[in-house]
């Protein structure tokens, strides 16, 4: 029988070595996810060369390189007019690019762009597309009337601000006179800029932006920086630059004072929505975001697009156009020959495969995002407002998380996955870059964790797994004089029957400018070969 | 001390320790089964039934232990003292462990019975072996009649103590460790008080870790009280569930059964009649010929009950998000009394299904709807009552059809009670808005929505117990308290409704 003191020293072993555990437990849980990102090895593929010379050869009317929104919406676009023959080439094996999706056993959910805001009256052709997709699903009192269950479900969005959830994303307590002043006096400059019409007709700040205004004190805005211009104004209160950080980390995965003023305040004036039932302010989304839209516009196309396969040059061929492409499953390269080409990928990959198109891309920068997919067991709760699509924490780094089934049933869901977003705007590009390629898995993991735990310690023991997708060039980072001089050039530079389509030709990574982008990149492409069709620009 | 002729022995500081024991033991004793009896009626109800077993099954398993002790030869200190710790253990964490245990497992009788026959046997060991210890220093007769009277004295403070003073100042829980950390304590002194007690040291420690133990349970009651939330029902809870999609429980107090769904009151059958009654018949009796019947919600059968005393009934549909709730109601015996056995009916079929994806694929026509979700209290159940939802309902109801929605409160939050008016409205619906009086709930209010105008004539099916054909135009009176006001529409992407509710009901509950 073991006496008092072996019990109490057995005792003793067992706590600490209890504690150990625990401790060890914390540090280092064998979290299940995975690291994903674009296809490294196709990209450094690209980059080094080394394809073999092309031993096969096809036809076609017209080759779309790039399978993102702008070369979909380029070849939807071409199947709208009843222009049959052409091809599209994917370096990935999936369509979609920055609005790709997955899926697991709770929930599809976005691996990028997760929603489209209401379009503005002076986009068209995006319209047409989504009426015929079913999103929009009639008119009333003249105005489009959207699909009530792809638009957002009320409660949009809420902000973690000082221990407590409050709806929409601006602080509402604790303000200071100056935070309320400025605040106040920001809004009414936004809403006077969204009003503008300049004095060529044209809104000051339009979406798609090619339909903005090209009054010369507008453009002016494009040659300083955001931060800049708040700063001119008097701007300072820490609450509004605080919203203005997040808005534009947000939508161009920058800070205020990388991006110019012009495109700071488009984020503000250019979203004027036009909906019946005051719909105008909300947004389409979906479980599985954008995904939506890239996956129909995939099916319209279909066997047209021909994936894994790395467009490596492409070039002038006579009155036509050469585009050899290494397609990985046959592992040769392939000459596809056709009379025109619709370039659709980043700029910065036109200017190395197509030179001619795209002679330089000296001044195109990109943004890298980190994208997190989180499989709870149980819905983040917390105080104050409640469970919101867009969930964002004001002392955070990242942007918050939305919830992909928020779309859902009206069943209170058991579990989710929370799409967890954070643009690395503090660091230079390619030093983001490398960390991304260094950073371990397990590492992101427990930044992501930490920072939804500190949101949500009700979500301590739930979280099942963290996805990490890594996108080394998510976005294209609208600095001074991109907008409206260095991206000007660059799309200007491009001549039949070449035709470059990509959201960085607009420098503002939207759904829809690529849209744009793809539309006007095809009915260039068909005028050019003589092709009958409606413009819908 | 060993003169055992002696009438009156000079207790030596040990012996008074061992009688003074007697006296806690027995005390310790009968809280455990006062704690095990009440526990047994309040969550499982019936209280005279669960007395009497408890108490019985204690007595017995306190037989087997007295008989038992007889195998008992030597070391009786050494037993006695571990038997102390033990009962310290189990009879101090009965309370708590029950609380825990009775919404975690399938079959907590045999928990209760366990526990109380494993109490009741260490128990009955007690007496005997103090007997045996203390009979050194006792005359025969002297011992019995000393270690008896401050036994049964001992039950007398316990079954005054109870019901005075701990159950309404400490709570069971409470109750239960204290007087667990009395009997521990009695094995502690003990071990310290007698001299040949040098040789327990494993004793001495484990008495000291469960006193240790239940000082921290004794003061973390409040945690598992609330662990326990059973404690948050006024009335014995009688079940209770967790499903994927909600917290079932169920309380019974006398002949009055309440359903609570996430701690919110979905009936009470004192009077349940009068909601039920009013929510079916003024939109069946509407329909020239009620035959195909939608019910959403209602997992509960009691508007179904009500669907089926109409003649000529051919068909209901019963869409409910949770199994575990129209099993719940359709197999127990006693829930199932209170629906009239509606969901074994064979012309209903169960559906369980969202509403709000089901109505999407669904195919009508209708010939009656009858609407019953729980409140709107957060943005998914809202989801059920947005125009978008009664558009959908809107395709499935037939012409003629009749369709009633369960709104809330008129009087409590008349601006949420419009809002469900006007976006029936919206969706495309003619309506004509009522209300009752459920003594539980208050007043409370129902939406008739039609493709055309509703008109006054109905039919009151007979051997109801509350709505008459005579009085139930009155139903449609509203007093300017809860008269209509403008409200927005409720549309998926405003959630106006619940909002509204939110803050009225806020404002009423303070």
């Not at chain 1, 019946?276 to 129909?296: F, I, S, Y």
């Not at chain 1, 700029?347 to 980190?370: C, L, V």
């Amino acid at each position: 029988m073991p006496d008092r003191r072996t019990v109490i020293a057995g005792l003793g072993v067992g706590a600490v070595a209890a504690a150990g555990g625990t401790a060890w437990h914390l540090r280092d849980p064998a979290m299940p996810g995975a690291l994903g990102g674009a296809d490294m090895a196709r990209g450094h593929a690209l980059r080094d060369g080394g394809f073999p010379p092309p031993s096969i050869e096809e036809q076609a009317g017209i080759v779309i390189a790039g399978g993102g929104v702008a070369g979909l919406s380029a070849g939807w676009a071409l199947a709208e007019a009843g222009f049959d023959d052409f091809t599209l080439l994917e370096l990935e094996d999936a369509t979609g690019g920055n609005a790709r999706a997955g899926r697991n056993a709770t929930s599809a959910f976005p691996l990028g762009a997760h929603y489209l805001p209401v379009p503005n009256r002076e986009a068209k052709a995006l319209r047409a597309l989504l009426t015929r997709l079913g999103m929009v699903v009639g008119e009333k009192n003249g105005a489009p009337l959207y699909d009530p269950y792809q638009l957002c479900a009320d409660l949009q969005e809420r902000l973690f601000y000082q221990g407590r959830w409050q709806e929409g994303l601006i602080p509402r307590r604790g303000l200071s006179e100056t935070d309320e002043a400025d605040l106040a006096a920001f809004a009414a400059a936004m809403a006077a800029f969204s009003a503008r019409i300049g004095q060529d007709g044209r809104p000051a700040f339009a979406i798609p932006m090619a339909y903005s205004s090209r009054d010369a004190d507008l453009l002016a805005l494009d040659a300083i920086s955001f931060a800049i211009w708040l700063d001119r104004q008097g701007w300072h209160s820490p609450v509004l630059r605080g919203h203005v950080r997040y808005c534009m980390r947000d939508d161009y995965g920058c800070e205020a004072d990388q991006v110019s003023a012009w495109a700071g305040i488009h984020y503000f004036a250019g979203r004027r929505g036009w909906a019946a039932d005051d719909a105008g302010d909300n947004e389409l989304t979906w479980p599985e975001g954008n995904a939506r839209l890239t996956t129909a516009l995939s099916a319209r196309i279909g066997k047209r697009i021909a994936p894994a396969r790395i467009v490596h040059r492409v070039a002038r061929d006579g009155g036509g156009v050469v585009v050899d492409s290494f397609d990985v499953a046959r592992n040769a390269t392939v000459r596809t020959r056709a009379r025109a080409a619709i370039i659709a990928v980043p700029h910065f990959i036109a200017a190395r495969i197509a030179p001619e198109a795209a002679p330089q891309a000296h001044g195109f920068g990109y943004a890298p995002w980190i994208v997190a997919n989180v499989t709870v067991d149980r819905l983040p709760a917390g105080r104050g407002a409640k469970l919101a699509w867009d969930n964002v924490s004001w002392t955070s780094e990242s942007l918050g998380y939305v919830v992909a089934t928020h779309q859902g049933p009206a069943a209170r869901a058991a579990g989710s996955v929370l799409t967890w977003y954070l643009p690395l705007s503090r660091m230079a590009p390619a030093a983001a870059r490398r960390l991304m390629v260094e950073r371990p898995l397990h590492d992101w993991q427990a930044m992501v964790r930490d920072d939804l735990l500190a949101m949500h310690p009700d979500l301590e023991g739930a979280i099942r797994a963290i996805h990490i997708w890594r996108w080394g060039h998510a976005m294209i980072r609208p600095v001074p004089n991109f907008l409206w001089t260095t991206a000007p050039a660059a799309a200007a530079a491009a001549q039949a029957p070449f035709f470059l389509a990509h959201s960085d030709l607009s420098g503002l990574s939207l759904f829809e400018e690529a849209h744009y982008r793809g539309q006007l990149a095809a009915e260039g492409a068909m005028a050019h070969l003589g092709h009958a069709f409606a413009s819908m620009l | 001390m060993t003169d055992t002729s002696s009438s009156r022995p000079r207790p030596s500081p040990a012996v008074l320790a061992l009688i003074a024991s007697a006296f806690v033991v027995a005390t310790c004793g009968l809280v455990y089964e006062l704690l095990a009896g009440t526990l047994a009626s309040y969550l499982l109800g019936d209280s005279v039934t669960q007395f009497s077993t408890v108490i019985g099954a204690y007595l017995f398993a306190m037989g087997i232990g007295s008989w038992c002790s007889r195998y008992v030869t030597r070391d009786e200190l050494r037993l006695f003292v571990r038997v102390e710790i033990l009962i310290a253990l189990i009879g101090g964490c009965l309370a708590a462990v029950l609380f825990l245990l009775f919404p975690m497992i399938d079959h907590f009788r045999i928990a209760l019975y366990a526990l109380v026959l494993g109490i009741g046997f260490l128990v009955g060991l007690e007496i005997p072996l103090l007997l045996r210890i203390l009979r050194a220093d006792f005359e025969f007769r002297d011992l019995v009649s000393t270690v008896l009277t401050f036994d049964y004295v001992g039950a007398l403070a316990a079954s005054l103590l109870f019901p005075l003073i701990l159950m309404p100042h400490l709570g069971m829980i409470r109750t239960g460790f204290l007087f667990g950390l009395a009997n521990v304590g009695v094995a502690l002194a003990l071990m310290w008080l007698l001299p040949s007690s040098a040789r327990l040291g494993l004793e001495k420690a484990a008495g000291i870790l469960v006193a240790l133990a239940l000082a921290a349970g004794f003061v973390g009651a409040e945690r598992l009280q609330r662990l326990a939330e059973v404690a948050a029902y006024e009335e014995p809870v009688i079940y209770a569930a967790s499903t994927p999609f909600q917290r079932i429980v169920l309380t019974r107090g006398g002949d009055d059964l309440r359903l609570f769904l996430n701690g919110n009151l979905q009936f009470s059958s004192r009077d349940e009649y009068r909601y039920h009654e009013a929510l079916v018949h003024p939109a069946l009796g509407r329909v020239t010929r009620p035959a195909r019947i939608l019910i959403l919600g209602g997992g509960d059968g009691l508007a179904a009950r009500e669907v089926f005393r109409h003649p000529g009934v051919e068909s209901v549909t019963l869409v409910d998000l949770d199994p575990e709730m129209t099993r719940l109601f359709a197999n127990s015996p006693m829930l199932a009394r209170l629906n009239k056995g509606a969901l074994a009916d064979p012309r209903l079929k169960v559906v369980n299904a969202d509403a709000f994806r089901w109505v999407r694929d669904a195919r009508g026509p209708y010939d009656a709807i009858i609407v019953d979700f729980p409140d709107p209290t957060d943005f998914s159940v809202g989801k059920l009552y947005t125009k978008t939802f009664y558009q959908q309902v809107h395709r499935l109801l037939g012409p003629g059809g009749m369709m009633v929605v369960q709104s809330t409160s008129p009087l409590i939050a008349p601006g949420a009670f419009w809002t469900v008016a006007t976006t029936l409205e919206a969706a495309g619906f003619a309506t004509r808005p009522y209300h009752v009086y459920v003594p539980s709930f208050g007043e409370w209010g129902f939406v008739l929505a039609a493709h055309g105008p509703i008109g006054d004539a109905v039919r009151i099916p007979s051997g109801g117990r509350f709505l008459t054909a005579r009085d139930e135009p009155r139903l449609f009176d509203f007093p300017p308290d809860m008269a209509r006001r403008p409200t927005p529409v409720n549309r998926l992407d405003n959630q106006a409704l619940v909002r509204e509710f939110a803050d009225e009901w806020g404002r009423y509950e303070g």
